[in-house]
């Protein structure tokens, strides 16, 4: 019986891993952007998701779903392989340095979102005509959509790891949600985090700045003649 | 300012011109042998078509940044026109902002690819018979300069086939287009333009035509107002010459990392197992060292533009301004022109 239930729980996960993270609805919106997500944003340690803790659930998760592989010092107790323990650990660790940043700075015009973090290449999202479309280069794919008024970004890369950003804007546009999913077809648990950050403004500088090729960034506490 | 000081002269002379009825005994009436040897026909260089792709969408993808492409389309005939003037084998070359269909030789080109590492035009060469020269890509993979030689070369090697008598054909039929357009009514019937777009001449006015000798003052004041367009041409390249290089190489330099990506992917694909932090952080790192190049390339090519752009848009205005007080006066000899003939001729 227990055999059935955790085949039946392993089919539901791979029927669920199929599904793209951005379905085609998604990639496509009317009028205005669905949130403005534009901003200095700074992050608020104090309501994070512990790591330990997130990957005890995780944990727990891969040992309710793992195929019948009895542990032969505890009979009944159904244990992960030393191979799904390590990708379970490797998401996590992977989940924790993608999410380190501790500013966003959010970019948002009519037809793209840039999300710049210290240390990483800044997420794009491109929307042209309302449709999203993807970012691609020789090593993955990043698409974006929006759930409602969450958007979410996805990276897709070799050996089927993903890593999925959801974007949420709290109503009065001061804090913002961040819940990172990191999953690969070398775990059957994916590992999430949440980060949360709050609005901030960035102090107008006495200078007028502005970058050149050849003199890198010029300032001038007047008017900027090149 | 003697750009301004030329222009304002010009404009001076310019009744005089329209009323001066035939011209002096040592003004000679403007027949191709008279005017310049035949062979080194004046070239008319016009600015570049940037191709840059329309749909916006597409312009990350292929790495096209569309400004600076713009800057390239003024650049770029500025130093064909250098080359063209070094082999001192044709007559007066321009960088002219429109396509001047009465141009002796016309050059049109067309950017397919300006990354750093390769450099492709493609150029079409017509003379004002209608005859196509070239009409072809070029492209140079490490040095810029021998591309434009080869378009020298190929220029040269096609004027080589034509005849003493075809060349004379092209002056004669340059001018005869010119004054078309400036008075149909005196010129209209010198020319036969066929259904391929050649032209073919019927017959030659009088070499003591006045009109003609009007035609010809007209053109030589609009080939002031022509080198002086040119001569701002020359000094954007001048201005800009060194940064644009700076970007060449740098855009270079990015191909080069861009190919050491690709390497330093694959040499470290297998080290590590399938599922571990170090095969997945492998996974990640190659994606984020690929984007944060192309963003560092998109950021560098606004500093370019920030630097390089005031410059273009203020020879741009002035251009604009000359281009302009050409358009100006050309309506205005039309006009005049018109009038002249109609009188000289008693239909009025």
């Known amino acids: 019986m227990s055999r059935m239930r955790s085949l039946l729980v392993l089919l539901l996960i791979s029927a669920c891993s199929q599904q793209p993270v951005i379905r085609d609805e998604m990639r496509r919106y009317e009028g205005a952007m669905p949130a403005d997500l534009g901003g200095s ?62 500013v966003l700075t959010i970019s948002q015009n009519e037809h793209e979102i840039s999300i710049e973090r210290k240390d990483d290449f800044a997420m794009l999202c491109a929307f042209y005509g309302g449709v999203a479309k993807a970012t691609q280069n020789d090593y993955g794919t990043e698409i974006c959509g929006w759930d409602g008024e969450q958007l979410v970004s996805n990276l897709l890369l070799p050996d089927g790891l993903q890593v999925t950003h959801r974007f949420t804007v709290s109503q009065n546009g001061q804090q913002l949600r961040v819940v990172t999913t990191v999953s690969s077809s070398t775990s059957r648990v994916p590992f999430t985090l949440r980060r949360f950050y709050s609005k901030f403004e960035r102090m107008p500088s006495e200078f007028n700045c502005i970058e050149t090729f050849s003199m890198k ?3 001038s506490t007047g008017e900027l003649v090149l | 300012m003697l750009v301004a000081q030329t222009v304002f002269l010009l404009m001076g002379m310019l009744p005089q011109l329209a009323v001066a009825g035939p011209f002096p005994a040592e003004t000679k009436p403007i027949l191709a042998e008279d005017a310049h040897d035949v062979a080194a026909l004046n070239v008319s260089i016009a600015v570049f078509d940037p ?27 500025f130093v064909l026109r250098e080359t063209l003037a070094g082999t001192k084998a044709w007559g007066a070359v321009r960088v002219v902002p429109q396509h001047d269909v009465a141009a002796e030789l016309l050059l049109t080109g067309e950017i397919i690819q300006s990354d750093g590492e390769v450099l492709e035009l493609k150029i079409r060469a017509v003379d004002a018979n209608g005859r196509v020269w070239l009409d072809r890509a070029f492209a140079a993979t490490v040095d810029n300069q021998e591309l434009f030689f080869e378009i020298a070369a190929a220029l ?35 020319l036969h333009e066929a259904a391929d777009g050649t032209f073919t ?41 060194s940064t644009y290089n700076l970007w060449r190489e740098y855009r270079r330099q990015v191909i080069e990392y861009q190919v050491e990506d690709v390497r330093r992917a694959q040499d470290t694909q297998s080290s590590a197992p399938r599922g571990s932090y170090e095969a997945m952080k492998n996974r990640y790192d190659n994606y984020k060292w690929n984007r944060i190049t192309a963003q560092e390339q998109e950021t560098l090519a606004v500093a370019f533009n920030n630097e390089i ?11 604009a301004e000359l281009q302009g007080w050409v358009d100006q ?10 009038e002249l003939f109609e009188v000289e001729t008693g239909l009025r």
């Open chain 2, 309 to 319: 752009g005031p410059k273009v848009v203020a020879m741009e205005a002035r251009v």
């Open chain 2, 201 to 241: 001449i019927i017959r030659l006015p009088a070499r003591n035509d006045p009109m003609l000798g009007r035609i010809d003052r007209l053109r030589r004041i609009e080939y002031v107002i022509t080198d002086a367009v040119d001569a701002k041409f020359q000094e954007l390249h001048e201005e800009i010459a």
């Open chain 2, 329 to 338: 006066k050309y309506a205005e000899w039309h006009r005049l022109l018109e």
């Open chain 1, 41 to 102: 944003w700074e992050r608020n340690y104090t309501r994070d998701d512990d790591v330990n803790a997130v990957l005890r659930v995780a944990y727990n998760k891969l040992v309710r779903t793992s195929p019948d592989q009895r542990n032969p010092r505890a009979p009944g107790v159904v244990m992960p392989s030393p191979q799904e323990m390590s990708s379970l650990l490797a998401l996590a660790r992977l989940a924790e340095l993608i999410t380190r940043p501790d």
């Open chain 1, 217 to 219: 960034r010029v300032c």
């Open chain 2, 51 to 77: 191709g840059v792709p329309a749909d916006p969408r597409s312009h990350r993808e292929q790495q096209v940044f569309p400004r600076i492409r713009e800057i390239e389309a003024m650049f770029l005939p």
């Open chain 2, 156 to 190: 040269q090697a096609a004027r080589a086939q034509l005849s003493k008598k075809e060349l004379t054909d092209i002056v004669e039929i340059s001018l005869l287009r010119y004054a078309n357009q400036l008075a149909p009514s005196a010129f209209g019937d010198y």
